[in-house]
């Protein structure tokens, strides 16, 4: 069956493509993520399952923001008396979300456990004073 028939297959429920389109498949690029505030720290939740964190994924800071981004490959096989079928999948994942203001590199801790990554990120009591420097004013 083409994937087109697929989804017009009158079987399915019947908004399922729509709850696909605003929700993002899960198999696509899209990565779902939860944000809440624990204490003193933002803490960020993103849904990963079937990924190898230390070579699947990338956590990284820049520009007052987070940045998660990775790969993953999927391959099932079925073999039973009379056939064979494999399956594959692959692709890019990535999201970028802001941090509060004064969050640091250094202070970011991540973990992977059951599927979902989670990011502690800790906010600051009072943001950091933007550097500032004497300009020296000279007579006409």
Do not use: C, N
């Not at 697929?6 to 079987?11: I, K, T």
């Not at 429920?13 to 204490?39: C, M, N, Q, W, Y």
């Not at 202070?107 to 933007?130: C, F, M, N, Q």
């Amino acid at each position: 069956m083409s994937e087109l028939a697929h989804w017009l297959d009158p079987r399915r429920r019947p908004f399922e493509l729509l709850e696909k389109f605003f929700e993002g498949d899960t198999s696509s690029a899209a990565i779902k993520v939860e944000e809440v505030r624990d204490g003193d720290s933002l803490v960020v939740r993103a849904e990963l399952p079937g990924i190898d964190p230390e070579k699947d994924v990338d956590v990284s800071i820049s520009d007052g923001s987070l940045h998660i981004s990775g790969h993953r490959e999927e391959k099932t096989e079925e073999k039973s008396k009379d056939s064979y079928r494999t399956e594959f999948r692959y692709g890019s994942f990535s999201r970028t979300l802001p941090l509060p203001e004064g969050a640091t590199a250094e202070s970011v801790t991540a973990s992977y456990k059951d599927g979902v990554l989670e990011v502690r990120v800790p906010i600051p009591a009072t943001p950091p004073a933007p550097p500032s420097s004497k300009v020296q004013v000279t007579r006409g």
